[in-house]
């Protein structure tokens, strides 16, 4: 198998966990109230909000390494068929 081939599976399969990712986070805060006025009764609601943010945070580094390899991993798949191109026109 081919160098790029392998390279684009793995973007592939970076950029889909990346994807799945964002989707979460999307459905996380989805949940999330901007505001919230609660009296003593509804603290559980705050504590949900609390937690959920906690969630959101605790994604928020995972998405941006991902984010940034699968930048860099594109990157490198598109300067690696540039130089093959060039390497093959060249003979």
Request: glycine share 6%.
């Amino acid at each position: 198998m081919s160098t790029l081939i392998e390279l684009l599976i793995a973007w592939g399969v970076l950029t889909a966990a990346l994807i799945v990712l964002l989707i979460y986070r999307g459905t996380l805060t989805m949940q999330e109230d901007d505001q919230l006025f609660l009296g003593d009764s509804d603290a559980h609601m705050a504590r949900e909000q609390v937690e959920i943010m906690a969630k959101v945070n605790k994604l928020g580094p995972l998405v941006k390494v991902l984010g940034t390899a699968s930048a860099v991993l594109i990157l490198t798949i598109a300067g690696i068929a540039v130089y093959q191109q060039m390497a093959q026109m060249q003979q």
